[in-house]
Structures are given as structure tokens and as C-alpha cells.
Nanobody
Framework: QVQLVESGGGLVQAGGSLRLSCAASGRTFSSYNMGWFRQAPGKEREFVASINWSSGRTNYVDSVKGRFTISRDVPKNTVYLQMNSLKPEDTAVYYC??????????????WGQGTQVTVSS
């Protein structure tokens, strides 16, 4: 099993910044991505960003490009999401997840408990 623990959420004014962290432990994989997702009230969960653990290659949803940065600390098994220029529409519960790339199909199989981000206008 994989355990994921998110932290860093909170209340911030529009235009402010937050950094989310997600510490992973337990089972490891030879090849995987880690991702951040979010779910706002009454909406479906949506992809925000991902990073390939080996290469560091990143991917973002268009709405956060230029504002959010995903990064990783390999020795600490931790992934971060630096969120700048936050907007009220970024308000959501943010989840980190692991997608093993060695399974078929390859899906995000492991999820954290989520951390609330609230952006006030």
C-alpha cells in the first residue's frame, strides 16, 4: 500500500500564495507519476498538475499554467504544489495521488485524504 499525507492548505486572500506538500510512504514503484487534483463543492474532481518521478517532466491544466508549479524532493518522497496568484475559483479540496506507470491500465490508484484551500475575494 501507499500512504499519502497532504498538508499546507488554508485560507488566503485572492492574489496570495500557498504551498501544498504531499509526503509518500509505503510501497514503491519503478516508474510512476504523482499528481495533484482538486474538487470544488458541487463539481467533479479535476486534474491540476502531475510530475514524472524519474524525469521530473510536468504537466498542468490550462487554468493554472503560469501560476502553479509542481515539484518533487526525491530523498524526502515528497511532492509540492506552489500556488501563486490564487483566485477564488481555485477554492477546493486538493488531493495528491500516485499513478504507477507499470500497470495496465495505468491510473491514479492511490490518494491522500485531501487538504482544503479557500481563496477569499
Amino acid at each position: 500500500q501507499v500512504q499519502l499525507v497532504e498538508s499546507g492548505g488554508g485560507l488566503v486572500q485572492a492574489g496570495g500564495s500557498l504551498r501544498l506538500s504531499c509526503a509518500a510512504s509505503g510501497r514503491t514503484f519503478s516508474s510512476y507519476n504523482m499528481g495533484w487534483f482538486r474538487q470544488a463543492p458541487g463539481k467533479e474532481r479535476e486534474f491540476v498538475a502531475s510530475i514524472n518521478w524519474s524525469s521530473g517532466r510536468t504537466n498542468y491544466v490550462d487554468s493554472v499554467k503560469g501560476r502553479f508549479t509542481i515539484s518533487r524532493d526525491v530523498p524526502k518522497n515528497t511532492v509540492y504544489l506552489q500556488m501563486n496568484s490564487l483566485k477564488p475559483e481555485d477554492t477546493a479540496v486538493y488531493y495528491c495521488a500516485v499513478r504507477p506507470l507499470t500497470t495496465t491500465p495505468s491510473t491514479y490508484d492511490y490518494w491522500g485524504q485531501g487538504t482544503q484551500v479557500t481563496v477569499s475575494s
